[in-house]
């Protein structure tokens, strides 16, 4: 019954929003059009304010109390300089304001208004009259720390910055820190989104999406330059947001300080004036307004109309939220759309970077990427290593490429690590290796965040879609100052920027699409199979599409860019092999004989789809027939979340199930045969590398060696059929002396193309190729 009252009450709305919704978007159109044909771009000629003094205003309506209360904080933190002003602005108080101030404090410049402007209004006249060349304003509720000046000023290096913005804590300290100071934006379902982020990491100067307009320094000539704080959203909200979007898209920037503390007692004043429904009305029609003014590209303002009404209709059936906009608030904007298409004259004749540039440039690896200048050739590289899976132990194949070749990059370069784990616990086995990095973080992995099956995208990326790790990779960009970024595994391919002197490599352990298809014939339902050819498709399209945007991509082996470039042989330039998929070949015992007679040995995590696939062929197919001819051989089942035991054929004691050990070294060299009996998947098998420098003899089939080993009896044996693949196995049993010689041939094999310090030496020295080339041209 209440959802048909909100019907009926909001059914005159709901049958105009359409027609309102289509004149929105076709007059801010025509406003682009006409502004094309005569409107002019003024390009900024950009000077840096003097940063010796400041003068702080202060709007004020009927805040008495808060003068009172801190006001002084504010006079004291200025007193030293005589060149440093206090103006506080009355908005036409009628609680006896101006007076207070003319009596109590007389070194105060009062600007008594007539009248209520609103903050913006307000704000404007006190930047008006402001003498020094930057000006902080401040909430009447906000009390400032003694020093919170100097750090504001110091903010002011160059002739770029337009605003330094405080850090902000709340005067009570047991609320939560919706407010800081550190504010973020992004674009999302049509859109802007804002937030403020709770890093303590940030302990410098760092880019922020706008200076919060009660707790912010900034360049007075600049302010006034984009036309102050537009009346366009008085009477209060956003016009901060929208100030710092204006000068983002100027070319300038604005950035948060958080060695300026001040406390904030927030919504002193609105919150006890205006109903919490009144302020949330006010927001949702400015965050309309905001978008019809300052996104000027056709496809995101298509796309914001597109969500307008689905999103008013979600409001309607389930009641409102700040996330999303309503019926009332698109006809409040649609009756000051004249304002707004005089608003967006104004803003496109200041921008002079696109909407897209604007959102990235206040991203610590977009600002670091475009701000400063980098060297062509860094004495040491700078890398920033960034895994979707924990690294130690290294329990599972990948784990085994990304440690050793962190451990070797440590060598020769400044390594940084970010590391998703599925619970805390299993960050302290890094310990050792961050030990040896210049940073290590860790983000605990959520599961489950999207459902992904209408996306175009592939599963395995909405899984590792996640807002704070992308904070993360910027904040580590900016704060080390990072030249490479290599991502691990496509789902990190995601978090990959439009850089323009910062190098970015993705190392595929598989390709993923390839490891997909080549499950479909081992599936079964018809259910599965029809989702995994759907992501089969969409992964072919994802990493076609991926690949080109990187600077380079490593594959595992040959065959797997061989694979590639049947797709894309145009990918030739942009790929590359031998530069990760490896081992430390003498981190690993070679012992090629005196070996405990008919064992074998099955290595591999269970998590990984592939082994458990691959244990169930060999013990359901072959294992009966290596039985058969010697009885008393023995399986010895190795990794991490193995299977339960009566899911397996009965076998007696021939199947031994260790789970998880921690150091695989000692069954590599006591096991008599390696099985390998992989049927899916892409990209190099790291147990048969180990097992290879480790002198044990392999079986494996020909998906399971490939771009090892293409020849049986080499360097391993091969064989598809179970049958065929028991007959290799009992025929190294019986030959011990050709089972030394191949897994002779096998060591050497490692220590020739395979081994991990010769290959990081030629990753590095890839790296500063890369690195030199972008910023010679950049």
């Given at each position: 019954m209440a959802t048909l009252g909100r019907f009926a009450k909001a059914l005159p709305l709901l049958l105009v929003s359409p027609v309102v919704i289509v004149i929105s978007l076709l007059a801010l159109l025509l406003t682009d059009l006409v502004w094309k044909v005569f409107g002019r771009r003024r390009l900024p000629v950009d000077s840096r304010p003097r940063n010796t003094s400041a003068s702080v205003v202060i709007p004020n309506w009927n805040g008495r109390d808060l003068l009172e209360k801190y006001l002084p904080s504010v006079e004291l933190a200025l007193a030293g300089n005589p060149n440093n002003e206090v103006i506080v602005v009355d908005n036409g108080s009628t609680d006896g304001s101006a007076g207070y101030v003319r009596q109590h404090h007389p070194n105060v410049r009062l600007l008594a208004l007539p009248k209520n402007l609103g903050f913006g209004g307000g704000s404007n006249a006190g930047f008006a009259e402001a003498k020094n060349d930057i000006v902080v304003l401040l909430n009447s509720d906000m009390r400032v720390r003694e020093d919170f000046l100097a750090p504001l000023l110091e903010g002011f290096s160059d002739e770029k910055v337009f605003a330094v913005s405080c850090q902000i804590f709340f005067s009570d300290p047991n609320k939560v820190r919706e407010e800081t100071g550190l504010t973020q934006a992004w674009w999302e379902n049509g859109g802007v989104r804002v937030r403020h982020r709770d890093d303590p990491n940030i302990q410098?100067?760092?880019?922020?999406?706008?200076?919060?307009?009660?707790?912010?320094?900034?360049?007075?000539?600049?302010?006034?330059?984009?036309?102050?704080?537009?009346?366009?959203?008085?009477?209060?909200?956003?016009?901060?947001?929208?100030?710092?979007?204006?000068?983002?898209?100027?070319?300038?920037?604005?950035?948060?300080?958080?060695?300026?503390v001040v406390y904030h007692e927030h919504r002193g004043t609105i919150g006890k004036t205006f109903t919490r429904a009144y302020i949330e009305s006010i927001i949702h029609k400015n965050f309309l307004l905001f978008l019809w003014k300052n996104i000027h590209e056709p496809w995101r303002l298509i796309s914001h109309f597109g969500f307008l009404l689905p999103a008013a209709m979600v409001s309607l059936l389930f009641g409102e939220s700040m996330e999303r906009t309503n019926l009332i608030a698109i006809a409040k904007a649609f009756l000051q759309l004249p304002g707004a298409m005089a608003a967006r004259?104004?803003?496109?004749?200041?921008g002079v970077v696109s909407d897209t540039e604007a959102f990235r440039r206040p991203m610590g690896g977009y600002f670091h990427d475009r701000f400063r200048t980098l060297p062509a050739r860094p004495g040491r590289l700078r890398v920033l290593f960034i895994s979707p899976y924990p690294i130690c132990p290294p329990v599972h194949g990948g784990a085994v490429f990304m440690s050793q070749t962190c451990t070797e990059l440590t060598r020769s370069t400044d390594l940084h690590?970010?590391?998703?784990?599925?619970?805390?616990?299993?960050?302290?086995?890094?310990?050792?290796?961050?030990?040896?990095?210049?940073?290590?973080?860790?983000?605990?992995?959520?599961?489950?965040?999207?459902?992904?099956?209408?996306?175009?995208?592939?599963?395995?990326?909405?899984?590792?879609?996640?807002?704070?790790?992308?904070?993360?990779?910027?904040?580590q960009i900016y704060l080390q100052q990072i030249d490479?970024?290599?991502?691990?595994?496509?789902?990190?391919?995601?978090?990959?920027?439009?850089?323009?002197?910062?190098?970015?490599?993705?190392?595929?352990?598989?390709?993923y699409f390839q490891s997909i298809g080549r499950q479909l014939d081992h599936m079964r339902g018809a259910v599965k199979r029809l989702a995994a050819r759907y992501e089969y498709l969409r992964a072919l399209r994802y990493e076609l599409e991926t690949i080109p945007l990187f600077d380079a991509t490593q594959l595992c082996s040959s065959a797997n860019r061989d694979f590639l470039l049947q797709f894309a042989p145009e990918l030739a330039a942009k790929t590359a092999h031998r530069l990760?998929?490896?081992?430390?070949?003498?981190?690993?015992?070679f012992q090629p004989a005196g070996r405990t007679p008919n064992t074998?040995?099955?290595?591999?995590?269970?998590?990984?789809?592939?082994?458990?696939?691959?244990?169930?062929?060999?013990?359901?197919?072959?294992?009966?027939?290596?039985?058969?001819?010697?009885?008393?051989?023995?399986l010895i089942v190795i990794g991490s979340d193995p299977p339960p035991r009566y899911s397996l054929p009965d076998f007696g004691d021939a199947i031994e199930l260790r789970g998880y050990v921690d150091d695989i070294q000692a069954p590599l060299t006591e096991c008599a045969v390696f099985v390998c009996p992989i049927l899916s998947g892409s990209g190099v098998r790291v147990k048969l590398l180990e097992s290879f420098a480790s002198g044990i003899p392999v079986v494996s089939?020909?998906?399971?060696?490939?771009?090892?080993?293409?020849?049986?009896?080499?360097?391993?044996?091969?064989?598809?059929?179970?049958?065929?693949?028991?007959?290799?196995?009992?025929?190294?049993?019986a030959n011990p002396g050709e089972a030394e010689a191949m897994a002779r041939r096998a060591r050497a094999e490692v220590e020739r193309n395979w081994d991990m310090p010769v290959l990081t030496q030629a990753l590095v020295k890839e790296y500063s190729r890369i690195v030199a080339s972008k910023r010679r041209t950049s």
């Open positions: 410098q100067l760092y880019p922020c999406f706008y200076g919060g307009g009660g707790s912010c320094a900034f360049d007075r000539r600049k302010f006034l330059e984009l036309g102050g704080f537009d009346h366009l959203l008085k009477p209060f909200y956003l016009e901060d947001t929208d100030l710092g979007f204006l000068a983002w898209k100027r070319g300038w920037k604005v950035l948060y300080q958080p060695a300026s004259w104004r803003a496109r004749s200041l690590l970010i590391v998703l784990v599925d619970e805390p616990k299993e960050i302290p086995p890094h310990k050792e290796l961050a030990d040896r990095c210049g940073s290590a973080h860790y983000l605990v992995r959520l599961e489950g965040q999207t459902r992904s099956f209408g996306s175009v995208l592939p599963h395995a990326l909405h899984e590792y879609a996640n807002g704070d790790l992308e904070w993360l990779i910027h904040r490479v970024v290599q991502y691990e595994y496509l789902p990190m391919a995601q978090y990959r920027g439009e850089y323009r002197q910062i190098a970015q490599f993705l190392f595929e352990h598989d390709l990760r998929a490896g081992i430390t070949a003498s981190n690993y015992n074998m040995l099955f290595l591999g995590s269970f998590r990984h789809a592939p082994n458990t696939e691959a244990l169930n062929w060999f013990v359901q197919q072959s294992l009966q027939h290596v039985l058969a001819e010697c009885p008393d051989a023995r089939t020909r998906i399971g060696a490939e771009g090892l080993a293409s020849k049986d009896g080499e360097i391993c044996r091969l064989a598809d059929d179970p049958r065929e693949f028991a007959r290799a196995i009992l025929d190294l049993f």
